[in-house]
């Protein structure tokens, strides 16, 4: 916080709010500043990739019956999770909250690599991974705008950064739906559609986050004036 005594007898008060307080030069990696909304925007589409196939082939993967009771449980720990995301956003952060959650989506869709045998795929494993990568959902929907907010210091700029991460859903769709299907064709079932998807989300989400952790883009820069 910073006082300003003017000749005029008015008071100027600035408070910035920023973790990089400490030095005022840019955080680089190998000589590179990376945009923070782009990496963020990399992170949420490959997060709606996942999400997208879910929704479009889990069904068709685990029979209708089976799969709707799936998105139920699903949905039941969504609730719980959204319930609990303010604390665990204030306790981890909310960009810690957020690229955590996507990267256990995506380890979740992997997962499904141990059940492809069509024995298995009518067990209970299968339940346990759609009702966990509720967590993940719930987390998706919410933190990633938390996130877009809070790396925009200039809120002249701000909305441009959330429409942006508003419109990587229709990426996902998009994406999901052009190569989804010629994925579960070419290795003989909607469960390669998740694994290729989670694999590919994996690596994105984890490259990102370590670039944001190196060069600080994700953390929350608010400045207000008040004179």
Known sequence: VQFIQHTTSKLSIKIEDSSNDEDDTPITLWGYKPDASILLCAIQTAGWIGVCAQSFFWTSWRGEEMGCIDFVVQSVVGVITSSLLPI?????????????????????????????????????????????????????????????????????????????????????????????????????GFEYVFICFGFLGAVVTSAVWFISLKCSLFNKRRTMVII
């Open 88 to 188: 665990a956003n204030n306790s981890f952060g909310a960009a810690n909250v957020w690229c955590g959650s996507e990267l256990m989506f995506h380890l979740l869709m992997i997962s499904v690599v141990l059940v492809t045998n069509p024995i298995h795929a009518n067990g209970l494993f299968p339940r346990l991974i759609s009702a966990l990568s509720g967590i993940g959902y719930a987390v998706h929907a919410t933190n990633g705008l938390i996130v877009a907010a809070d790396v925009v210091a200039d809120p002249s700029k701000r909305a441009r950064t959330i429409a942006m991460v508003n419109n990587t859903l229709p990426m996902g769709q998009l994406v999901t739906a052009l190569i989804g299907g010629a994925i579960a064709q070419l290795f003989g």
